[in-house]
């Protein structure tokens, strides 16, 4: 069976990896539509060998379009009024935006991590926070074997999370040029900032990661705190995890256990210098975990580098893998 799908933000950062990889996926599509703003409604954009026209995002082009899955990154504030529409009209909305991912009614899922909370939907699921996602995937084989207690995520994430404006102010400031998106030059600079400042002294960013952490391993006692930073880094977000476990470990048991999960790729070989890196990650679907070594300073302590392509996996990859899912066990 083939399905009607739609992107909309297709002409963004994740729009248009949500078109690549569907094509690279051979996503069993029948047709495809592809939505974004007023501003580019008109042009075109090519899909396998079609070139496919750009629709304004309004109900009148959505409804008797059939739509089974929209995948959504256009905005937190057009997820919350359009996705609504989408389910109205029959589709699954898979949300990239931070909208409706702590909504009690809206799983918010990783299909390594918790793929048995995406029946509960009712129309709209959530792709997590791009940092989350890399985290999680790795943090889940040691919660389900050791149990954590604690995590400090410090992260230095690519300019590519902030859509193209955020890539054009590290390429446009290499050329001297003032940024753009960001408050201060990325280019040769690095901003511990990610998102708006909340009254409490965080990013929204790092209580996304905090909160979404939680929801996902569906552990609300875990206790979280994050630093997340902007780096002049184009694709590929990397992490400093810091891990306080409830029991035990062997080092050699958490480098097998890391060998034989699905989705990670183990880099950890300090005598030919293999560690994960964003230049590497870029591009690839896994989530590379290296570093591997104790914390000496706390009992059942841990540390990880963990790097993935922030646009696939950490965004337009997950949401297709979500639809896949859905396909494959009905
Ligand atoms: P447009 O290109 O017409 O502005 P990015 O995250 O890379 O900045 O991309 C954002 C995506 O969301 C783009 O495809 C953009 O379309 C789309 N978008 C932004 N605002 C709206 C809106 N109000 N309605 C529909 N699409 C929108």
Redesign the pocket.
Known sequence: MNYNVAV????????RKFIEILEQRNFPVNNIYF???S??AGTKIQFKNTEILVEE?KEENIKNKKIDFALF???GD?SLEFAPIFTNYGSIVIDNSSAWRMHHEVPLVVPEVNPEDIKKHKGIIANPNCSTIQAVVALKPLHHKYGIKRIIYSTYQAVSGA???GLNDLLEGYNGQPPRKFSHPIAGNLLPHIDVFTENGYTKEELKMINETKKILHDDSLKITATTVRVPVAYGHSESINVELNNAYELEDIFELYEECAGIVLKDDLANLVYPMPIEAAGKDEVFVGRIRRDFSIDNGLNLWVVADNIRKGAALNAIQIAEYIINNK
């Open positions: 909309v933000g297709a002409t963004g950062m994740v729009g939505y974004a703003s501003r580019s995002l990154s256009a905005g057009t859509g193209m404006n």
